[in-house]
């Protein structure tokens, strides 16, 4: 290993190769099934021919231009992405954290127009929103922000699924004006609200005249079993960030608007000399339509439910297991301990998982996993939980 990369990743002792739809190959060319597609960037599995068609081609004609100029195949996205989203207009940049500075951008300059000089995001516990010094100041982290202050002003903090506590922010912090909230907490260990949190949240931002403002950029692009994961609770957002799936690995970012918040950004407010490139939109373009083609949103949901289910039969009422969630295929097992060395022990048997929030196993398999390789995870995840919550148990059987 070089010693000339910063060392900021704690990085397992594995290199991959090549991949073909959940299947990943080592440098070994030992055989991995994928149940976590680069942290839900990989939706269409790997080297999707789609894809790699439409880059290919790209590749080959013109990767990058400049937002000096008109970028058809930026607007062909912009088109696509605001008809599926239900949106008016579409920032592009090359990051998750990208959108949400972008968002938090747009709620102040739209707050400063309508004379809010000390504009204030509300923004939850335990979130995730990027690694920028304001996306990172948004996360509710403490860990993640220590060392890095003076953090960004202009954040107010609260628990998530409380939307009485949104009330309480709204009677005290009067110059509240947008609200950044994930539909299902990712990072924060796959934390689904109550049902109703979101259109609670959706009638008090009306009401207070703030702007709704979803990161999507884990559950978005079909991950929960619908395209955007705030579509279950039948809401509409003024400002929505996209990133990880929309380019199934090719950088990009999305920060979507509707209504008076789509007018805000004019010339000169924003930009990214990326962002938007004809490259990364012809892989968002390719990734919209597959989806939509193939209805891989729909079949997340199916899948979604059937391994929660095996997960419930496989896991409830072990001592230890302290709830098994999710939606789609954003799946997570909540443990009483920390768990992290079952990342290693899955990789060993050739399974890629994650664990995240310190006690909480993550599953984000490619959409286009089939009913045996959704089995397969199960079997192999309630296994290794099982052995690792009662070594015993296992050493006997
Ligand atoms: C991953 C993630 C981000 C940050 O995205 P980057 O591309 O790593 O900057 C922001 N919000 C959520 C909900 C995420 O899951």
């Given at each position: 290993m070089t010693d000339h990369l910063m060392a900021n990743y704690a990085r397992l002792p594995v290199a991959f190769t090549r991949g073909e739809g959940a299947w990943l190959w080592d440098s070994n060319d030992k055989r991995y099934l994928d149940a976590l597609s680069g942290i839900a960037v990989c939706g269409l599995g790997h080297a999707h021919p789609a894809v790699r068609d439409a880059l290919c081609e790209q590749a080959g004609t013109l990767i990058h231009t400049s937002n000096l100029y008109r970028i058809p195949a930026q607007e062909a996205l912009g088109d696509r992405l605001c008809a599926s989203a239900g949106m008016d207009r579409v920032f592009f940049c090359n990051s998750g954290a990208e959108a949400n500075e972008a968002a938090i951008k747009l709620a102040r300059l739209h707050a400063h127009r309508n004379g809010i000089d000390k504009p204030e995001v509300l923004v939850m516990d335990n979130s995730f929103h990027g690694r920028t010094l304001a996306t990172l100041t948004a996360t509710g982290n403490r860990k993640a922000q220590a060392g890095f202050e003076p953090l960004v002003h202009g954040f107010v903090r609260i628990p998530y699924d409380d939307l009485a506590a949104v009330e309480t922010a709204a009677t005290n912090r009067p110059n509240i004006v947008a609200v950044l909230v994930e539909p299902i907490q990712g990072e924060g260990g796959v934390v689904v609200p109550s049902n109703g949190y979101l259109a609670g949240l959706q009638e008090q931002c009306r009401r207070h005249g703030w702007l709704l403002m979803l990161d999507e950029i884990q559950t978005g692009m079909g991950r929960t079993g619908a395209l955007f994961g705030h579509v279950h609770e039948g809401i509409a957002a003024d400002v929505m960030t996209l990133a990880k799936g929309l380019g199934n690995g090719v950088p990009i970012g999305a920060c979507m608007a509707r209504g008076a918040a789509a007018e805000v950004l004019g010339p000169g407010t924003h930009g990214s000399t990326f962002g938007g490139n004809p490259l990364a939109c012809r892989a968002g373009c390719a990734v919209l339509e597959v989806l939509e083609k193939e209805h891989l949103p729909e079949r997340a949901g199916v899948l979604g439910s059937r391994m929660l289910d095996a997960f419930h039969h496989a896991l409830d009422g072990i001592a230890g297991v302290l709830q098994v969630?999710?939606?789609?295929?954003?799946?997570?097992?909540?443990?009483?301990?920390?768990?992290?060395?079952?990342?290693?022990?899955?990789?060993?048997?050739?399974?890629?998982?994650?664990?995240?929030?310190?006690r909480v196993v993550r599953l984000l398999p490619p959409l286009i996993i089939d009913d045996q390789q959704a089995d397969c995870i199960v079997d192999a995840v309630s296994r290794l939980i099982r052995s690792f919550l009662a070594p015993r148990h296992q050493d006997a059987g």
């Amino acid at each position: 290993m070089t010693d000339h990369l910063m060392a900021n990743y704690a990085r397992l002792p594995v290199a991959f190769t090549r991949g073909e739809g959940a299947w990943l190959w080592d440098s070994n060319d030992k055989r991995y099934l994928d149940a976590l597609s680069g942290i839900a960037v990989c939706g269409l599995g790997h080297a999707h021919p789609a894809v790699r068609d439409a880059l290919c081609e790209q590749a080959g004609t013109l990767i990058h231009t400049s937002n000096l100029y008109r970028i058809p195949a930026q607007e062909a996205l912009g088109d696509r992405l605001c008809a599926s989203a239900g949106m008016d207009r579409v920032f592009f940049c090359n990051s998750g954290a990208e959108a949400n500075e972008a968002a938090i951008k747009l709620a102040r300059l739209h707050a400063h127009r309508n004379g809010i000089d000390k504009p204030e995001v509300l923004v939850m516990d335990n979130s995730f929103h990027g690694r920028t010094l304001a996306t990172l100041t948004a996360t509710g982290n403490r860990k993640a922000q220590a060392g890095f202050e003076p953090l960004v002003h202009g954040f107010v903090r609260i628990p998530y699924d409380d939307l009485a506590a949104v009330e309480t922010a709204a009677t005290n912090r009067p110059n509240i004006v947008a609200v950044l909230v994930e539909p299902i907490q990712g990072e924060g260990g796959v934390v689904v609200p109550s049902n109703g949190y979101l259109a609670g949240l959706q009638e008090q931002c009306r009401r207070h005249g703030w702007l709704l403002m979803l990161d999507e950029i884990q559950t978005g692009m079909g991950r929960t079993g619908a395209l955007f994961g705030h579509v279950h609770e039948g809401i509409a957002a003024d400002v929505m960030t996209l990133a990880k799936g929309l380019g199934n690995g090719v950088p990009i970012g999305a920060c979507m608007a509707r209504g008076a918040a789509a007018e805000v950004l004019g010339p000169g407010t924003h930009g990214s000399t990326f962002g938007g490139n004809p490259l990364a939109c012809r892989a968002g373009c390719a990734v919209l339509e597959v989806l939509e083609k193939e209805h891989l949103p729909e079949r997340a949901g199916v899948l979604g439910s059937r391994m929660l289910d095996a997960f419930h039969h496989a896991l409830d009422g072990i001592a230890g297991v302290l709830q098994v969630r999710g939606r789609g295929l954003m799946i997570g097992i909540e443990l009483d301990r920390p768990c992290a060395e079952l990342v290693a022990r899955a990789l060993d048997q050739g399974l890629l998982i994650n664990v995240t929030a310190e006690r909480v196993v993550r599953l984000l398999p490619p959409l286009i996993i089939d009913d045996q390789q959704a089995d397969c995870i199960v079997d192999a995840v309630s296994r290794l939980i099982r052995s690792f919550l009662a070594p015993r148990h296992q050493d006997a059987g």
